[in-house]
Each structure stands twice: as C-alpha cells, then as structure tokens.
C-alpha cells in the first residue's frame, strides 16, 4: 500500500530542513570536542514544525526551526590584588605567585618574579644566608 503522506524530511523546503540539521550537528559535536566544556555534559537538538493551514484547510504553510543547546564553556578564575598606590591611585594586578608578597620562580625563563610577574631587580632579590658558615668578625 503506497504511502498517502510524501514529506520527506530530506527533501522538504528543498533540502533546507536537512540543512538545518547537518549544520547543527556539526555545532554540537564541535561543542562536545571543545576541551573548554565539560565532557559529559548533554547537548540537545530540538526541530520544531509548525503548521499554519488557510482558512480552506487545504493549503498548509509549514515552517521549521531548529534549536540547539550547547554545554556552556567552563568558567576561569584568577586572584587579583588591588589597593591604591603612594599617589591614591587604584591599581590591580593578578595574583601569579599563589600567596601574596611572595616570589616564585618562572618556569620557563629560569627567572625570579614578584607575586605579580614582575621580574625581580637585583635589589629586591632574597639573600643568602648560610647559618652553618658564620663568618668570624
């Protein structure tokens, strides 16, 4: 028994509904292999059809709309320390050293740096103090 309704889904609106899907797919596996979402969050497709018949009931405007919704991006935080300067001025850096005041060492220069990145002049640099060798006065 032939099929009395031909709406094919690939087909319909020229081709244009499977062109929605394909385009939305691709969002969304773009959106899985985004290392900055979570992983195994759900992403969701929804197609809607809405049919608008005329007041014959023999013709139909029939729209589409597609939806996607996406794992949103995963949040980034940072410490930022702030006051005001000798001038009242406010200032603000970002916290690079963990705790405040403190140097650390720059990984990739070898450097030694300010709690906020800034590379440490000569004078500012920590002295060594040898406890085992005192020198006799």
């Known amino acids: 028994m032939p099929n009395k309704i031909n709406l094919n889904l690939e087909q319909l609106a020229q081709g244009g509904v499977q062109e929605l899907f394909d385009m939305n797919v691709k969002k969304i596996l773009e959106n899985i292999q985004d290392l ?12 809607t059809f809405e049919f608008v018949p005329d007041e014959n009931r023999s013709v139909i405007a029939l729209g589409s ?12 935080a940072a410490t930022v320390l702030t006051g005001r300067n000798i001038d009242g001025e406010i200032e603000a850096n970002e916290l ?3 705790v405040p005041g403190q140097t650390y060492l720059d990984m990739e220069t070898g450097e030694l740096r300010s ?10 640099k920590p002295t060594i103090i040898d406890l085992q060798n005192p020198k006799k006065a």
């Open 65 to 76: 709309q597609v939806k996607v919704s996406l794992a949103p991006t995963i949040g980034v």
């Open 96 to 98: 690079q050293s963990g």
């Open 115 to 124: 709690d906020i990145g800034e590379p440490l002049t000569e004078e500012a």
């Open 36 to 47: 900055n979402t979570e992983p195994t969050a759900k992403r969701k497709m929804t197609i």
